[in-house]
Structure formats: C-alpha cells, structure tokens
C-alpha cells in the first residue's frame, strides 16, 4: 500500500479533472460554437484554434478548481473561495490594460492564466493571427494544467487521506 499511495493519488487526481474535465470542455465547445453560429461573432481566423485555447483553458479551470475544493470542508467553503481566486483573475485579464492597474499590481497578470487565454482570444478573434502565433499562450495554459495537477497530487496527501 505504501508503494502505490503516489500512483494512487495521481489516478485519483487524473480521474477528477478528466472526469469532470470533459463537461469543461463540452462546455466550452458549445459556447464557442454558439457564440459563433447562433450569434453571428466573426473569427478574424479559424475556428480550431479558439477550440484549442478554449479546451485548454476548461482543463486549467476544472484543475485549479480541484486545487481548491482541496482545501475545503464542504461546498460553502469552495464557494467561499471564489471571490479570492476567481474575481482578481478578471481584472487581470486584460479586459483592463494591465499597465494602468495602480501599484504594480498588473503584474500579477503574468501569474493568471486568464490573461494568457484571452490574449490568445484576442489574437485569433480579432487580430486573426495563425496558431503559430499563440502557441506560447498555449504552451503557458498547458504549463498551468501540469502545475496544478502536480499541485493537486501533493496537496492530496497532505489534507485528504485516500
């Protein structure tokens, strides 16, 4: 049983977020589609690639979610938790220009993965670069989904037993 504990944490942790992972992106393929077809939005570039950026950024979502129902007793506490991690993440999304963010505080931008997920959006929907183009955003969001699996898997053994 010792030997298996950290194989058994990872399966665990990699059954949640797959698990719950692929409503994520069901979800985000809908909304993507829907924004599209139903209300009418022009993609300065294909489709795909927004898919990709969409996909990816559903996994970081249902991880870092993961993350912090670790930390909770009970739903009230993950709710709890929302106005901590979800609610800076818009302003840091650049919805706001960063730069006029007071105290330096925009610079924590480069530490959410929002940020890099709506510049890739940005970049394909408007500016209609190539998937070329965003494949350092993409690599980043995928960056956050190993990090907060990794994370995910330690914090397992520390506040949950399995």
Do not use: W
């Amino acid at each position: 049983r010792f030997l298996l504990s950290p194989i058994r944490r990872q399966s665990v942790v990699l059954g949640f977020l797959l698990g719950f992972g692929v409503f994520a992106v069901i979800q985000s393929v809908l909304m993507v589609v829907f924004v599209k077809y139903a209300l009418g939005l022009h993609f300065a570039s294909s489709i795909l690639p927004v898919l990709l950026v969409m996909v990816l950024l559903a996994f970081v979502a249902v991880a870092l979610g993961s993350l912090v129902s670790t930390f909770a007793e009970n739903e009230f506490q993950v709710a709890q938790f929302i106005p901590i991690i979800i609610v800076p993440q818009i302003f840091l999304s650049g919805m706001i220009p960063i730069d006029l963010i007071p105290f330096g505080l925009g610079n924590l931008a480069y530490v959410s993965p929002v940020y890099y997920a709506c510049d890739a959006l940005d970049k394909l929907i408007i500016r209609g670069v190539g998937i070329v183009d965003i494949l350092p955003q993409a690599a980043i969001l995928f960056g956050f989904i190993v990090l907060l699996f990794v994370g995910n898997t330690l914090l397992l053994k520390s506040f949950r037993s399995i």
